[in-house]
């Protein structure tokens, strides 16, 4: 590889300042290039990692309010849904779940937010399983054990991510007003009519909750970061790139043609030179005293020549 160790180790056959610029470039493209793929894999990484964690919390934010609902609010209005009057669907977790999520998709920073109980055959016609909703409940249908489906969905607004949890019938409670129209509360019927919503079974899984979350813009903005990122490095390193020429001259080069100079000089006249570098403690003070002693020896070899000659 004899193209490498040129790399590395210069040609020999330019300026050390453009071979120093060769091997930099080199390698930092090389670092930035590297650096740029693996960041790339973990900015990605944690893009899904954020897609993940809004989606769960968005899911669970919905669950709690389910539970609210449910052991808070149904207790108050239950009893006023018992006869013939007005239903009011505010005692029904699925319907406060729902509304909530409704109020945030209104915000538009949220627009990309939702979250559904869709059921097969479901109550409120609202709920009525699409197409895609349907496959997700007969997955679910086919294999009891899964527990959650997740997954990208092309919609209007994009493309958006969405975790899908089975809804079963787990309680016998449930049944009262999903079974048979007999059973349901009068006002229920009133509203909602005896036709949807009923004929549910215990433990049949009967529809699905599931939250979408943004998934285009966390990735646009993870590649953004990443360009960012990019040209923060390049900077950084052309810094380094410059600060280093500067340093090579200042350290190595500007001595070196000091030094080559004089001995010019001193090849002429040894007397006049003097290599004050060598007081220096590095490898420039190190030269300095060799062409010193290489002068001295000169300069003797000089007076023995002029004294040789004086004799003839
Ligand atoms: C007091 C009667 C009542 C009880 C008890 C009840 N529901 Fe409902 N349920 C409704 C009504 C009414 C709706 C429609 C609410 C709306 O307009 O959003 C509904 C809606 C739903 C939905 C959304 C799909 C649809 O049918 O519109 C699901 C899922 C659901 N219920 C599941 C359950 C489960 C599971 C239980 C037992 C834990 C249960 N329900 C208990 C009355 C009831």
């Not at 670092?31 to 793929?37: E, F, N, T, V």
């Not at 990484?45 to 309010?65: E, G, H, N, T, Y």
Request: proline share 5%; glycine share 6%.
């Amino acid at each position: 590889m004899p193209a490498v160790k040129k790399l590395f180790f210069g040609s020999g056959q330019r300026p050390l300042r453009q071979q120093l610029a060769i091997t930099l470039a080199g390698i930092l493209s090389l670092s930035i290039l590297i650096s740029i793929l693996l960041l790339n894999i973990l900015f990605g990484w944690q893009a899904r990692q954020l897609i993940d964690q809004r989606a769960a919390f968005f899911m669970d934010a919905m669950l709690s309010v389910r539970e609210y609902t449910s052991k808070k609010v149904n207790p108050i209005l239950a009893p006023l849904n018992q006869g013939a009057g007005l239903f009011r669907p505010e005692a029904v977790p699925s319907y406060s779940a729902q509304t909530v999520a409704g109020l945030l998709k209104g915000k538009p920073e949220f627009r990309e937010y939702s979250y559904r109980e869709a059921a097969i055959n479901p109550t409120n016609l609202r709920d009525k399983a699409d197409s895609f909703e349907t496959g997700v409940i007969e997955a679910f249908r086919r294999n009891p054990s899964l527990k959650i489906q997740s997954g990208e969905k092309s919609t209007p607004l994009g493309t958006v991510h969405y975790v899908a949890q089975p809804i079963k019938v787990g309680k016998e409670s449930c049944l009262v007003c999903h079974s048979t129209p007999d059973r349901a509360p009068a006002s229920q019927l009133l509203a909602y009519g005896d036709t949807g919503g009923f004929g549910w079974k215990l433990n049949e899984i009967v529809g699905t909750q599931i939250v979408t979350v943004p998934q285009a813009a966390v990735f646009m903005a993870k590649d953004r970061s990443l360009l960012l990122t990019a040209a923060l490095l390049v900077v950084a390193f052309g810094v380094v790139g410059v600060v280093m020429n500067a340093v090579l001259d200042r350290l190595i080069l500007r001595p070196m043609r000091d030094i080559s100079r004089k001995a010019d000089e001193a090849s002429v006249t040894p007397a006049t030179v003097n290599f004050e570098e060598r007081e220096r403690r590095d490898e420039i003070g190190l030269l300095a005293r060799s062409f010193e002693r290489m002068k001295q020896s000169l300069a003797i070899s000089m007076q023995m020549l002029k004294d040789r000659q004086g004799k003839a």
